[in-house]
């Protein structure tokens, strides 16, 4: 079933490779341009594979995957556990909610008894910047980044550059990057792990990218990562190719950053009018849940020649079934890298 895929790059890795020479998941900072294109290139056999009425295969058969979530989630989790699922393997969901964790015990007596357990993978959203990362320092499987605090989700930037470039290739406008292509993301930049990750990911692909945000929700020093920031969202959309909305992150706000929700409607919304500001046929994202009628309108997140939301959630089950395949790579005996060695 897998292949390297038609957008792999020659010259980086063997000849019929399936590449990726790290054990882990935690961020796009870890990732070079052409290990973020081979995962986009693996995706692709899922993308088919979950368009056919039977959609299961047994390539992770016999593998236990922790989905171990010690934050709220509705897609992240339900994505990671139908791609674990689609792929064959035992897939067990541990919420915070009911988990040791309420009663006292440390993330890193938590990690050892993931660890103790001996899952194959473990996929891990936590509210702490760099908590995943410390987990993946205890445990001897596999670890995913699901979204650690303000720091990264590295699965929601691959699936959205692989729901941009589909919606590219839709067009006839595909190619294997995003050179020429201008990207804004606006909302609440400050608190948001998916403005870094995309940033890093749009990035490393080609893109330029634009940060707009209020003041208090624009996190200092964006320019020493190459983004543009911006205060005015008129001018943000000025001829750019793609609008990426988030939404304000009130469960990591302690204070008022913003006047009220309808002031930054009023000031960072996203409306037909305010799209009209972008390049003809911009492209409208957002990686959910939406605050309809604060950062975006339903007029417009609904706009099916132009909104592709829905698309990346599509993407996002691929997305994550070619991470948790070539993750486990090793532990299945399929050749490749890992561990930055050729085994
Ligand atoms: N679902 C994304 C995240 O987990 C975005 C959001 O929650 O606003 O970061």
């Not at 992240?76 to 699922?85: D, P, Q």
């Not at 939406?290 to 099916?304: F, K, P, Q, T, Y």
Request: with cysteine; hydrophobic share 40%.
């Amino acid at each position: 079933m897998a292949s390297t895929g038609t957008h792999d790059t020659p010259g980086r890795f063997p000849a019929g490779a399936r590449a990726f020479p790290h054990r882990d998941l935690t961020g796009i900072g870890h990732l070079e341009r052409h290990e973020i294109l081979f995962l986009l290139a693996e995706a692709e056999q899922w993308v088919e594979l979950n368009r056919q009425p039977s959609k299961h295969c047994d390539e992770l058969a016999g593998l236990t995957i922790i989905n171990a979530f010690f934050e709220n989630s509705t897609r992240t989790l339900l994505s990671f556990e139908i791609a674990g699922k689609r792929l064959g393997a035992d897939v067990v969901n541990m919420h915070a909610a009911q988990s040791s964790v309420k009663k006292g015990e440390t993330l890193i007596d938590t990690a050892i008894t993931l660890n103790a357990m001996r899952a194959d993978a473990i996929v891990i959203r936590h509210g702490s910047s760099g908590a995943v990362d410390l987990i993946a320092s205890k445990v001897d499987c596999p670890v995913l980044n699901a979204g650690d605090g303000q720091h990264e989700h590295p699965t929601q930037a691959l699936l959205d550059a692989l729901a941009l470039r589909h919606a590219l290739e839709d067009r006839g406008e595909g190619s294997e990057d995003f050179t020429g292509l201008t990207v804004t993301i606006c909302g609440d930049i400050l608190h948001s792990r998916v403005a870094r990750s995309n940033v890093l990911c749009l990035q490393a692909l080609g893109a330029s990218v634009r940060l707009c945000a209020p003041p208090a929700l624009m996190p200092a020093g964006v320019e020493a990562i190459g983004a543009q920031p911006f205060h005015d969202f008129d001018a943000a959309l000025d001829g750019a190719d793609v609008a990426m909305m988030l939404r304000l992150q009130s469960e990591r706000m302690s204070g008022q950053f913003i006047p009220s929700a309808r002031e930054y409607h009023h000031l960072y919304g996203l409306t037909r009018e305010r799209l009209e500001r972008c390049a003809p046929d911009a492209l409208v994202m957002h990686p959910g849940p939406m605050n309809r009628g604060v950062e975006i309108d339903s007029e417009v997140a609904d706009m099916l020649d132009r909104s592709i939301i829905t698309r990346q959630v599509e993407m996002g089950v691929a997305i994550r079934m070619a991470c948790l395949d070539v993750l486990t790579r090793k532990a299945r005996g399929v050749p490749g890298w890992n561990d930055g060695q050729w085994v």
